[in-house]
């Protein structure tokens, strides 16, 4: 079993900069691929950026250049930097570990864009 723990959410206007902390219960991140999704109001869940050991990272073409998934294994950490945000970033951020059939998300923080 493997907790996930989101913080970092909140308020910021259009142009500002939010970093996403994902904290996990345990060391995972030489097994788990580790992604952060986000929901908006009325949408679907979709994926914003992930990575595993030894590959590259991939974003969702809407954040490319203004976001980046990092990883601080002595923290058990995963985070999620972003910059320049947009209204359209508003939602709600889920961190997720994958492994095989095993899939783990946290409760959610949610990322409000003002213009």
């Known amino acids: 079993q493997v907790q996930l723990v989101e913080s970092g959410g909140g308020l910021v206007q259009a142009g500002g900069s939010l970093r996403l902390s994902c904290a996990a219960s345990?060391?995972?991140?030489?097994?788990?691929?580790m992604g952060w999704y986000r929901q908006a109001p009325g949408k679907q869940r979709e994926l914003v950026a992930a990575v595993s050991s030894g590959s590259r990272p991939n974003y969702a073409d809407s954040v490319k250049g203004r976001f980046t998934i990092s990883t601080d294994n002595a923290k058990n950490t995963v985070y999620l930097q972003m910059n320049s945000l947009k209204p359209e970033d508003t939602a709600v951020y889920y961190c997720?570990?994958?492994?095989?059939?095993?899939?783990?998300w946290g409760k959610g923080t949610l990322v409000t864009v003002s213009s």
């Open positions: 345990r060391s995972i991140f030489s097994t788990y691929a």
């Open positions: 997720n570990a994958r492994y095989l059939d095993l899939d783990y």
